[in-house]
């Protein structure tokens, strides 16, 4: 039953940045306008979508594992720390928080990897 688990697991945290990248792709132009808004330069646009797509694509087929939560562990304590610090405004409270408890959920994947339903794990 732990290996059904740690897949659904990996999939259901991983869902969020898979629809984030995609969003990101088809609203590029607001999405750049926003992170300027931040002082964050443009040219990192780019990067943050492959990463959004590519590394959940890696935890859920579980191939390099390790590597993709770890970087989006950091991925999510950054833009946490980044757009999300307007304590003042709930949703922005909140948005922090999920970041903070996202890359948690991801720490513990770096810890643990994945189970048997994982190419890392294939012999």
């Known amino acids: 039953m732990k290996n059904y688990l740690d897949l659904l697991g990996r999939v259901l945290i991983s869902l969020l940045f898979l ?3 995609y969003f990101k792709v088809i609203n ?3 999405t750049l ?8 330069p443009g040219i990192f ?4 979508i492959i990463l959004e797509i590519a590394a959940p694509i890696l935890v859920i087929i ?5 590597i993709a939560a770890g970087l989006l562990a ?6 946490a720390f980044v757009f999300h610090t307007d304590f003042s405004n709930q949703m922005q409270t909140i948005s922090f ?3 903070i408890g996202l890359a ?4 513990i994947i770096v810890v643990n990897g994945s189970k048997k339903f994982s190419i890392d794990n294939k012999k």
């Open 19 to 21: 629809l984030n990248g």
């Open 104 to 107: 948690g959920g991801f720490l």
């Open 28 to 30: 590029y132009d607001g």
């Open 62 to 66: 579980g191939y390099k594992t390790k």
């Open 97 to 99: 928080l999920k970041n």
């Open 45 to 48: 646009l780019t990067p943050a």
């Open 33 to 40: 306008e926003w992170m300027e808004s931040y002082g964050v």
């Open 74 to 79: 950091i991925f999510c304590l950054t833009t």
